[in-house]
């Protein structure tokens, strides 16, 4: 059983920033695509970003030029860097972990944006 943990969440005023990690449990991490994955309040859950074993890298469009994603595969982790953050960046973000048949997610991490 994969256990994914997120950290980093917490309140922002708008424009500020935010780091998010998300560490894995298990082993072979580095063969997995990982991504991040959010849920407003009354929203669908949608993808954020993610990036492939080798480092190929995708984003949806409302996130690109503002978040970056990267891992570092020796801490079987993933990060998302947020800057420029809005009100409409309020929700909850989950870590997710790509498997074929089976994704994991992790319990999440709130991430306000207010003034």
């Known amino acids: 059983q994969v256990q994914l943990v997120e950290s980093g969440g917490g309140l922002v005023q708008p424009g500020g920033s935010l780091r998010l990690s998300c560490a894995a449990s298990?082993?072979?991490?580095?063969?997995?695509?990982m991504g991040w994955d959010r849920q407003a309040p009354g929203k669908q859950r949608e993808m954020v970003a993610a990036i492939t074993s080798d480092g190929r890298l995708s984003y949806v469009d409302f996130v690109k030029g503002r978040f970056t994603i990267s891992r570092d595969n020796a801490k079987n982790t993933v990060y998302l860097r947020m800057n420029s953050l809005t009100p409409e960046d309020t929700a909850v973000y989950y870590c997710r972990q790509y498997r074929i048949g089976a994704d994991y997610w992790g319990q999440g991490t709130q991430v306000t944006v207010s003034s």
């Open positions: 298990g082993s072979n991490f580095k063969i997995y695509r």
